[in-house]
């Protein structure tokens, strides 16, 4: 009876994660819409973008926006390097940043939190140096502060992969096209859970420092909006080119350091993780970003039971046989994915699942042995694009 009871839960757990809980969204979006106002705007604006040693992609990011359609006039770009040695600083300010702070190693989002300290503008727009965006990107950001609800907006990451992309680039898009659902339908119904760093804008008077140096600054930043009682929104026409990575270590690495910090960032809430403080928001951050990283226990729990009840019932078999097929095909796209074979949906989407979920579950056992994480290293790719 025990391992059926654990069998069922583990396995209810999984489906609510992945399934569910968008279904329970979509249904709550048809019977309580919560529609906001957009409308064309021109406010000032302060652009921040913090950078570490991205000599290479920093004059590309600066030209991309001051080439926004956004009056120039109105925008100020400021560039703050946290410790670059590698000539970022003097490149920002030849390829023309309005600002550029040369600041020793302080982290992200104390970085961040001195070029607020020297911004003008009405809105702040943060967004990372490897990302770039179309033109009018700006402005239709600046369109949804119309609605006076709204403090603070998430744009659209759209991960670009090669048509001969490594399986974990073809993972990592489509994961990216899955949280572009999730947030699609947490608009509807009010706030999203966060936004990217690669770029989102911030109401000013809405800006709340945050000190958690191990968090990640894009959660932290963009949940104290909710959390101070306005609303996060989510603008599918904002759209931020991103390179996707190709190497299942590199990636296995970077995951871990971003979900421990992310964990970080959302018990940081406190109080805000209650619904009666923050309604359905808090909500959406447990079953969206808390929950779904404890999925790879429940998957290894639904095993282990379905180990037991199929030494007792043949019918059984048939449930573990498909996860070991499933992990079989994972496997193989492991051994494979530097191959043309490996690039087949039948294994890379194994393989990505459990790198993902096995990343999540590390993030998870770090963080409960007290490891922080509050150094960053960008990537530094340069979308082909915009």
Same mark, same amino acid.
């Given at each position: 009876m025990i391992a059926l009871a654990v069998a069922i839960v583990s396995a209810a757990v999984v489906a609510w994660v992945y399934a569910g809980y968008p279904l329970a969204l979509a249904l709550l979006g048809r019977l309580r819409p919560r529609p906001r106002s957009v409308a064309p705007l021109e406010p000032p604006l302060s652009v921040i973008v913090a950078a570490h040693d991205e000599q290479e992609v920093i004059a590309a990011k600066v030209a991309n926006v001051l080439g926004s359609d956004y009056p120039a006039g109105m925008v100020e770009l400021i560039v703050a390097s946290d410790g670059s040695d590698d000539g970022t600083v003097?490149?920002?300010r030849a390829a023309g940043?309005? %600002? @550029?702070?040369?600041?020793?190693r302080v982290g992200k989002l104390a970085a961040l939190n001195a070029a607020e300290r020297e911004a003008s503008g009405e809105l702040l727009v943060f967004t990372d140096a490897d990302s770039l965006f179309e033109p009018g990107t700006l402005r239709r950001l600046a369109s949804n502060f119309a609605d006076e609800t709204v403090d603070a907006v998430a744009a659209n990451v759209v991960r670009y992969v090669e048509e001969d992309g490594r399986p974990v680039a073809r993972g990592e898009g489509l994961y990216w096209r899955y949280e572009r659902l999730l947030k699609r339908l947490e608009d509807r119904v009010?706030? @999203?859970v966060s936004a990217s760093g690669h770029?989102?804008?911030? %109401? %000013?008077?809405a800006f709340i420092p945050s000190t958690e140096a191990a968090g990640t600054d894009d959660f932290l930043i963009s949940s104290q909006v909710v959390k101070g009682g306005g609303r996060l929104a989510f603008d599918e026409g904002a759209v931020v080119l991103v390179e996707t990575p190709d190497e299942g270590g590199t990636e296995l690495r %970077?995951?871990?350091r971003v979900m421990n910090r992310g964990l970080r960032s959302a018990l940081a809430l406190g109080d805000a993780l209650l619904p009666t403080r923050t309604g359905l928001y808090a909500l959406e951050v447990i079953f969206h970003k808390l929950l779904r990283r404890f999925v790879a226990f429940f998957l290894v729990a639904l095993l282990a039971a379905s180990f037991v009840l199929a030494a007792s019932s043949t019918g059984w078999w048939i449930l573990l046989g498909a996860q070991l097929a499933f992990y079989g095909l994972a496997a193989a796209g492991a051994l494979l994915a530097h191959t043309r074979v490996g690039r087949l949906k039948p294994l890379?989407?194994?393989?990505f699942f459990c790198l993902a979920n096995g990343a999540a579950a590390i993030a998870v056992l770090s963080l409960a042995l007290g490891v922080r994480f509050t150094t960053w290293e960008p990537a530094c790719a340069r979308p082909s694009s915009a």
């Open positions: 003097a490149a920002a940043a309005t %600002r @550029v702070l040369d600041l020793p009010g706030s @999203v770029l989102y804008a911030v %109401r %000013r008077s %970077r995951k871990v890379w989407i194994p393989y």
